[in-house]
T-cell receptor
Framework: GQQLNQSPQSMFIQEGEDVSMNCTSS?????WLWYKQDPGEGPVLLIA?????ELTSNGRLTAQFGITRKDSFLNISASIPSDVGIYFC?????????????FGTGTLLAVQP | GAVVSQHPSWVICKSGTSVKIECRSL??????MFWYRQFPKQSLMLMAT?????????EQGVEKDKFLINHASLTLSTLTVTSAHPEDSSFYIC??????????????FGPGTRLTVL
């Protein structure tokens, strides 16, 4: 089925560093969302984007909906140990059901204190 | 608000037995509930979408007779894995939305159920 490609697959950084990850698709999406999943838990919504070009922040997190509607990025500034987890992008594809989410492949983030 | 719970959080069963997983919206009425499966180190893959009082819509490749979904009320959906086999071992996650606010309204995810089939 349709899938979103995330990069990088994993990141190992020092506390205090900034992090950037992105998500791409070969087709257009109507929304882009970013989730964080802790081990053994369900994903939690971090940021939701609904318009091409939209740039939204949530604390130390910033995400943008790409102009082409085929990509999105998530930045985390001044990382802290509790940022550790798997980050997933997700979205509603153009022409798809408005309640059906497609998830990305995930980015594993490890933060060393 | 918008809390979704799952029960059990983990289950171990013998091959050939059936396992039922519950998904509840605790503080809202969920017009639609979704079931996902996640294998280790992989992404969430949608299995099926269910609306209260109607039959679930299954994604391509998901056997409806093996993964029985019942959405009997606006706060409860169940997934039954019938005649489970080791390859069904996975992390099963449900989500729910209220159906309000127009298109793309937020899905709230449960904490997941870890199924291990021996």
């Amino acid at each position: 089925g349709q899938q979103l490609n995330q990069s990088p697959q994993s990141m190992f950084i020092q506390e205090g560093e900034d992090v950037s990850m992105n998500c791409t698709s070969s087709s257009i999406f109507n929304t882009w969302l970013w989730y964080k999943q802790d081990p053994g838990e369900g994903p939690v919504l971090l940021i939701a984007l609904y318009k091409a070009g939209e740039l939204t922040s949530n604390g130390r997190l910033t995400a943008q909906f790409g102009i082409t509607r085929k990509d999105s990025f998530l930045n985390i500034s001044a990382s802290i140990p509790s940022d550790v987890g798997i980050y997933f992008c997700a979205g509603h594809p153009y022409g798809g059901a408005t309640n059906k989410l497609i998830f990305g492949t995930g980015t594993l983030l490890a933060v060393q204190p | 608000g918008a809390v979704v719970s799952q029960h059990p959080s983990w289950v171990i069963c013998k091959s050939g037995t059936s396992v039922k997983i519950e998904c509840r919206s605790l503080d809202f009425q969920a017009t639609t509930m979704f079931w996902y499966r996640q294998f280790p180190k992989q992404s969430l893959m949608l299995m099926a979408t269910s609306n209260e009082g109607s039959k679930a819509t299954y994604e391509q490749g998901v056997e409806k007779d093996k993964f029985l979904i019942n959405h009997a009320s606006l706060t409860l959906s169940t997934l039954t894995v019938t005649s489970a086999h080791p390859e069904d071992s996975s992390f099963y996650i449900c989500s729910a939305n209220t159906g309000e606010g127009g298109d793309y309204n937020e899905q709230f995810f449960g904490p997941g159920t870890r199924l291990t089939v021996l």
